[in-house]
């Protein structure tokens, strides 16, 4: 008899040996499989540290901070589990010990507790266990929670409880552990070693955790030896070692290559789930597409000022790979300093893109810089894709040079300005507490009529997700409509400038919204697809010339 249809399952997923081993792509991708196999699956990652949430670090810390649609701010694996798996993640995807202790102590505050003791075993653990159950719901199938941070962390312990103690409650035909860990290539030795990873789940074991299922990040494929070394030792079932060998060409390989090797198969039978068909067809052809650019390559500009940190512009990175895939060309993506342009101008970074993507970012910092390169975009008729604080140096641009405003800024980086074409709303004047404060979330937009917006969306009205404090000044709206600044996204209740664009500029559209939240490798955003196209006409004439 198999389980009734009604009961959540869990997978719990854990990594050891080192970070980053891609823990965030192996859920999504499993994610992308169950779901794809029929079962409605909901994606959580908890994350040990102190902050209560992402918010308030710099992306040199975690990397990007990914914002939900309901206005949370997150770890950047939501962001994998939105695009790859196609799971809407909400504020109750992501929890840190942050936010698990703030509720505790909340609670101790109210009298929750009068009496007690107040600990991290059980009261931290129930909180955990409690976000984890807030998941589960009528219609949801599979649950899939990664634990952030390695075996062996010490902030990671009341997570590693919490997991122990549910997989227990719901028993092991409801419930699965997943280890996700390293089996490293040591040259001088020629040979793949197992040693870490049974160390690895060693530390799991002395907590009461022994993993159902292995996936073994390698450079290398396995042997049978290292299989049934490793099943031996860390006690899992020969085939319930899973290789997940290093993707050279493109993380969207991951899914395919967990589904060859049965990984969503071995996991539905353990969860006592039908194994539903599997058709995946359009991801295959999205990889394929991916893979065999026919339309060569463009290239586009990121200037930026975190770009040393490969992570720190994930989603900005993924949607124009997205836009590339629409396509069919490969967009190559040239990392410029902001600050760079700042000492030697743009010439030596810019010459010879087909774009420049302008990003999100906060604080002085290389402004100038990105304040230049927008001219640069206006003035030669570059592409342009301006985002967030993108939008502001494009505004800032063209008040100081176009509307002949001299020293025109934002309040943000000189609060003395006399043209603060960006400024705070008066809402956030008042506001002083940093965490969660921003304008956050998704907010509507009304497109203007004419405009490339219009012609990209192919819609009078979208949904997009913001992550900022300042906005465009409405004062200055008129000065710079006479000079031929276009506005073409703005809210339809509040006013507030969403989009503007460039008259007689080929494409030169920035947005206050961060269009990269919502776009996916099946469907990329309109605003990042109709950019590449723009950068790929650009291209055409540099072509013929050569
Ligand atoms: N620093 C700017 C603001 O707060 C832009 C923010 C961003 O780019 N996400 O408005």
């Keep these: 008899m198999k389980t009734p249809p009604h009961v959540t399952k869990h997978?719990?997923?854990?990594?050891?040996?080192?970070?980053?081993?891609?823990?965030?792509?192996?859920?999504?991708?499993?994610?992308?499989?169950?779901?794809?196999?029929?079962?409605?699956?909901?994606m959580q990652k908890l994350d040990p540290y102190l902050n209560v949430d992402a918010g308030t670090m710099s992306p040199f810390q975690h990397g990007e901070v990914y914002v939900t649609a309901d206005g949370a701010e997150t770890d950047l694996d939501l962001g994998h589990y939105e695009r790859i798996a196609g799971v809407a993640c909400t504020r109750d995807s992501n929890y840190t010990t942050g936010r698990i202790y703030s509720a505790v102590i909340a609670r101790e505050r109210q009298g929750g507790y009068l009496g007690k003791t107040v600990q991290v075993v059980p009261h931290v653990t129930d909180e955990i266990k409690a976000a984890i159950a807030s998941m589960d719901g009528g219609d949801v199938d599979i649950v899939i929670t990664e634990i952030g941070g390695t075996a062996g962390d010490i902030e990671s312990l009341p997570f590693l409880e919490a997991i122990r103690e549910y997989r227990q409650a719901i028993g092991r035909q409801n419930g699965l552990f997943i280890h996700l860990t390293l089996v490293p290539f040591i040259k001088a030795a020629g040979e793949l070693k197992t040693k870490p990873s049974q160390q690895s789940v060693g530390i799991l074991r002395t907590i009461g955790i022994i993993p159902d299922i292995l996936v073994c990040r390698a450079e290398q494929?396995?042997?049978?030896?290292?299989?049934?070394?490793?099943a031996l030792f860390c006690n899992v079932e020969l085939n319930l070692v899973i290789e997940e060998i290093d993707v050279a060409r493109s993380i969207y390989e991951v899914p395919l290559d967990l589904a060859r090797q049965g990984a969503d198969v071995y996991i539905l039978e353990m969860l006592d789930l039908h194994v539903r068909p599997l058709d995946i067809r359009d991801w295959e052809a999205m990889l394929a597409a991916q893979l065999n650019p026919e339309s060569g390559v463009a290239e586009i500009a990121l200037v930026g000022k975190?770009?040393?940190?490969?992570?720190?512009?994930?989603?900005v990175c993924e949607a124009l790979t997205h836009a590339g895939i629409a396509h069919r060309v490969e967009v190559r993506i040239r990392r410029v300093e902001s600050e760079d342009i700042e000492k030697?101008?743009?010439?030596?970074?810019?010459?010879?893109?087909?774009?420049?993507?302008?990003?999100?970012?906060?604080?002085d910092r290389g402004i100038e810089g990105k304040i230049a390169a927008a001219q640069y975009a206006r003035t030669r008729g570059v592409p342009f894709l301006g985002i967030c604080l993108?939008?502001?140096?494009?505004?800032?641009?063209f008040a100081r040079n176009v509307c002949g405003l001299d020293r025109a800024n934002s309040t943000e980086f000189d609060p003395d300005t006399p043209h603060p074409v960006v400024d705070l709303m008066e809402e956030q004047k008042r506001q002083a507490a940093k965490g969660g404060t921003m304008r956050l979330?998704?907010?509507?937009?009304?497109?203007?009529?004419?405009?490339?917006?219009?012609?990209a969306y192919g819609a009078a009205e979208v949904g997009e997700r913001h992550r900022h404090r300042y906005e465009f000044n409405n004062r200055y709206r008129e000065q710079m409509e006479t000079r031929g600044m276009v506005f073409a996204g703005v809210n339809p209740s509040s006013g507030l400038v969403e989009a503007v664009e460039l008259a007689g500029h080929p494409w030169f559209v920035a947005c206050?919204?961060?269009?990269?939240?919502?776009?996916?490798?099946?469907?990329?955003?309109?605003?990042f697809s109709s950019f590449v196209?723009?950068?790929?006409?650009?291209?055409?004439?540099?072509?013929?010339?050569?």
């Design 390 to 397: 993108g939008m502001q140096c494009a505004v800032i641009e």
């Design 221 to 230: 494929h396995l042997t049978r030896e290292h299989r049934e070394k490793l």
């Design 306 to 315: 975190y770009v040393s940190l490969k992570d720190a512009y994930k989603s």
């Design 533 to 546: 196209g723009a950068a790929m006409a650009f291209r055409a004439p540099a072509c013929r010339t050569e």
């Design 441 to 455: 979330g998704l907010f509507p937009c009304a497109i203007g009529e004419a405009t490339k917006a219009r012609a």
């Design 344 to 363: 030697q101008g743009c010439e030596p970074f810019l010459q010879g893109v087909h774009g420049i993507l302008v990003p999100g970012g906060f604080g």
């Design 512 to 527: 206050q919204f961060h269009p990269e939240f919502q776009s996916s490798p099946l469907k990329a955003h309109p605003l």
């Design 11 to 42: 997978i719990f997923i854990t990594g050891g040996v080192v970070s980053s081993l891609g823990k965030g792509i192996t859920a999504a991708s499993l994610g992308l499989l169950l779901a794809r196999r029929g079962y409605r699956v909901r």
